[in-house]
């Protein structure tokens, strides 16, 4: 069984006037363990929800999200607060997502506090100073607060805070795009060893068609709510069936020759053309 599996999934908002809004009109999709789905659609498509309902930060309307063969919208409460460490997120605006009053030490070592039973202080600690090493930030960074920090350092903690808890899915909600493009590429290529290394499967969320395409081994297309098409990254954005997905890479940037897929490393340097 695929490690994400969604089904019909559908969520309305509340409109103006008592209107409802469908920000997810009945998507069906599955991710394998390790695979790295790509999420691409026009702002409003739906993104950021479908992100959100994948790992219950929303409730779905109707439809299943089944996590590791878990029916997560079953799940209770306390259940939910068991599982949440193998499912995490990565937000787009670092600075907005971390709190600006704690300690980067603090701010890492939140989730396993949440999670329970990851032993006593000095372990915790032990573990998120392992995990900011991972990210590449060494511990003077534990005492530190968000503000005192680039914006590529702040996205490094927003990743070790998703982290260090060991999911085994993370979806990484356009991660690099406050980013410059120098630093965006570093912090794609902390992603790619991460999902290497681990294993982990992730739900990439993003308007970079081209990072994308060297990142992801497959990809969705949102349009108002539902998918217009999806498959291998390279087959559907080299050779798209449909006038949006066209549509939206004309809008894109001219595409950068390309050099090799998100196994080898150094693929993604040819991005941002850093080194
Ligand atoms: N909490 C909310 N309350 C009301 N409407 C919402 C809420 N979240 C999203 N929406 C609406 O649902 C639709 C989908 O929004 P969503 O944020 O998922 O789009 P997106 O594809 O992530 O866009 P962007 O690329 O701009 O981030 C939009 O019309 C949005 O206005
Ligand atoms: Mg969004």
Redesign the pocket.
Known sequence: MALIELTDVV?T???PHGTT????DGVSLSVERGDCLGVI????????????LLLRL?DVDSGSVVLDGQDISRLSKREMRRHRRHWQIVF?EPFASLNPRLTIGQIVEEPLIVAGDYGNRAARRERVIATLAEVGLPPEFLDRRPANLSGGQQQRVGIARALVTDPSIIVL??PTASLDLTIRASVLRVLNRLREARGLTYVF?S?DIETVRHFCSDVVV?HQ?RFVEGGPALEVLDAPREEYTRNLMGAAMPPIPYQGRAADPDALDSVSGAS
């Open positions: 969520k908002f509340p409109g809004k469908i920000a997810v659609g026009e702002s409003g498509s739906g993104k950021s929800t479908l992100g959100r929303y787009q909600d356009e969320i308007h949102m709510g």
